[in-house]
């Protein structure tokens, strides 16, 4: 079967570094993407990894290894505003989103 | 880019009603449009998803169905809600295949 693992709750301080792990097993591989979600709010897309390596967006980054099946998303400098979920979602063979549960990711002052 | 038009943002039912929520998109033409519902504290479960008109695809059986009467148009409906239908519903739309889903605001819908 298809399976995204993430950790289910990460809490860091504000200012300082978190990395959010995602694993997957999927029937193919056609792109990785990150999402951030707020509380009651709907997903925002953060980033996209189709190859591998690192690609940053000012204080977000977003890793992907194929042949392990895994990518990271590092955020820097982090701010109260970055209290979310966030979600790591694998696009398939069939160009279907395979969705893990989402990071709950609490910042302290 | 493209815009989510989604409403209502929420909506109390009583269990046995029906259900019309929908979805127009601006911005982009022919997309890829999809409904998922995520329940409280879970992940997002995809229940229809189309790529052109009158053409859906359902993932999951349940009492709700989904309609694209028009390119940027979809409807999710249910002819008698269930309690278990509660949750917060997303319209999402890409213009490709593998390009990112851009989500509506939602639907929080609870069935009393």
């Known amino acids: 079967g298809q399976n995204i693992d993430q950790p289910t709750e990460m809490t860091a301080t504000e200012g300082a570094i978190v990395q959010i792990n995602c694993t997957y097993q999927?029937?193919?591989?056609?792109?990785l993407f990150w999402y951030q979600q707020h509380a009651g709010e709907a997903p925002t897309f953060l980033s996209y990894?189709?190859l591998d390596g690192l690609e940053e967006k000012g204080r977000f980054s977003s890793f992907l290894s194929r042949s392990k099946g895994y990518s990271y998303l590092l955020l820097k400098e982090l701010q109260m505003k970055d209290s979310a979920s966030y979600l790591c979602?694998?696009?398939?063979?069939?160009?279907?989103?395979?969705w893990g549960a989402g990071t709950k990711l609490i910042i302290k002052p | 880019s493209q815009t989510i038009h989604q409403w209502p943002a929420t909506l109390v039912q009583p269990v046995g009603s029906p259900l019309s929520l929908e979805c127009t998109v601006e911005?982009?033409?022919?997309?890829?449009l999809y409904w998922y519902r995520q329940a409280a504290g879970r992940g997002l479960q995809l229940l229809f998803y189309?790529?052109?008109?009158?053409?859906i695809s359902s993932e999951v059986p349940q009492n709700l169905s989904a309609s694209r009467p028009q390119d940027r148009q979809f409807i999710l409906s249910s002819k008698k809600l269930l309690l278990s239908d509660s949750g917060f519903y997303l319209c999402?739309?890409?213009?490709?295949?593998?390009?990112?889903?851009?989500f509506g605001n939602g639907t929080r819908l609870t069935v009393t």
């Open positions: 999402a739309c890409s213009g490709t295949e593998n390009s990112p889903l851009h």
């Open positions: 999927t029937s193919g591989f056609n792109g």
């Open positions: 990894n189709v």
């Open positions: 911005g982009t033409s022919n997309p890829n």
């Open positions: 189309s790529v052109g008109i009158g053409q």
């Open positions: 979602a694998v696009m398939d063979s069939n160009y279907q989103l395979i």
